[in-house]
């Protein structure tokens, strides 16, 4: 089994050009966002899309760790974006992989064609009351069987201030958690079937998992 420890050596060991922040961001993160669990997600030969997917260490992480057969990342921030691209070439990727720019709203063809899709510390950066659309454009734009592991912020613990407090310091806004409770109904009404859920706290943020699966 992996450790933390040794994430984030391979991560520390990676040259990008970036920014201060996003360097931070890009070798510490696994610090505080469990990452080793949703390795688990990940079949052999999965094809793997990531919707946020940052500066792309977590899709390096599923390249190094797992067996994806092909990796996509999209990511509305066009800095970022260089950024995964960045960090992929300092590695030798031996499985297609692609990183878009993404508009927020119009999903590329890829997100239709992979196995297992994450969403990862993205949906309470969308504004409350675009959550419920934005999930049901994802299960729409998802091939029928195809996963969808939705990994937040649970929003019914006392301890989301914590996490309020990052997002103020680092994206300079403060966000919309849900309780699993609420991302589970709204992704049924999205059109999901949960497979599993579960909670995992990680220094003092916590951590909520749900795994979906879009209906045929």
């Known amino acids: 089994m992996v450790s933390n420890k040794e994430i984030v050596a391979f991560l520390k060991s990676k040259t990008v050009n970036a920014g201060f922040i996003d360097r931070l961001k890009i070798h510490y993160r696994p610090l505080i966002c469990p990452f080793i669990p949703l390795f ?29 057969s092909s990796i996509t990342g999209i990511e509305i921030s066009e800095r970022l974006v260089n950024n995964a691209r960045q960090l992929f070439s300092s590695e030798q990727v031996q499985i297609p992989f692609a990183f878009f720019t993404f508009d927020g709203k ?37 091939k029928p069987g195809a996963r969808l592991v939705l990994k937040d912020i649970n929003g019914a613990s006392p301890l989301v201030l914590f996490n309020k407090l990052h ?11 849900r309780s699993v409770a609420q991302a589970s109904a709204m992704a049924e009404k999205a059109g999901f079937k949960i497979r599993a859920t579960f909670k995992q706290r990680v220094a003092v943020y916590p951590h909520y998992f749900i795994e979906l699966e879009k209906q045929a």
């Open 167 to 177: 997002d103020l310091v680092f994206a300079r806004e403060t966000g919309k958690e």
């Open 40 to 68: 688990g997600y990940v079949k052999e030969n999965d094809r793997v899309f990531d919707i946020g997917c940052g500066s792309g260490q977590f899709c390096l992480l599923l390249h190094k760790f797992t067996k994806p």
């Open 106 to 142: 119009t999903f590329p063809p890829e997100l239709g064609q992979s196995d297992l899709v994450f969403l990862v510390d993205v949906l309470h950066h969308v504004p409350g009351k675009l959550q419920q659309d934005f999930l049901s454009g994802i299960c729409k734009a998802m």
